[in-house]
């Protein structure tokens, strides 16, 4: 089964506010791992963009639980809002 990778349509908004705010970005084509790989200072996290209404995957989830089973900072994202309050976060 071949599967290519649908991107929400608030992700594009989500990276240029990120990228201008000097956050490294990269776009994640996998099915069950979250759609983006950022880093900024010195810190990795990993974001899964959806929509007002988007909801998980079973296998995102099940992702989400090995995630924060493992202190490992993964975050669902909406908007660009949540995207920055997940760099305040990972500042404190």
Same mark, same amino acid.
């Given at each position: 089964?071949?599967?290519?990778?649908? =991107?929400?349509?608030? !992700? +594009? /908004?989500?990276?240029?506010? %990120?990228?201008? +705010?000097?956050?490294? #970005?990269?776009?994640?084509?996998?099915?069950? %791992?979250?759609?983006?790989?950022?880093?900024?200072?010195?810190? *990795?996290? %990993?974001? !899964? #963009?959806?929509?007002?209404?988007?909801?998980?995957?079973?296998?995102? =989830? /099940? *992702? *989400?639980?090995?995630?924060? !089973?493992?202190?490992?900072?993964a975050?669902? #994202?909406?908007?660009? +809002?949540?995207?920055?309050? #997940?760099?305040?976060?990972?500042?404190?």
């Amino acid at each position: 089964m071949i599967w290519a990778a649908r =991107r929400d349509k608030n !992700e +594009r /908004e989500i990276i240029d506010a %990120l990228i201008s +705010r000097g956050v490294t #970005v990269y776009q994640v084509s996998s099915r069950d %791992l979250p759609d983006l790989l950022i880093m900024s200072g010195g810190r *990795f996290y %990993l974001l !899964e #963009v959806k929509t007002k209404t988007g909801k998980l995957r079973p296998g995102q =989830r /099940e *992702f *989400f639980r090995l995630a924060d !089973e493992q202190g490992a900072p993964a975050y669902v #994202v909406r908007t660009v +809002r949540q995207a920055l309050d #997940v760099l305040k976060l990972g500042a404190t």
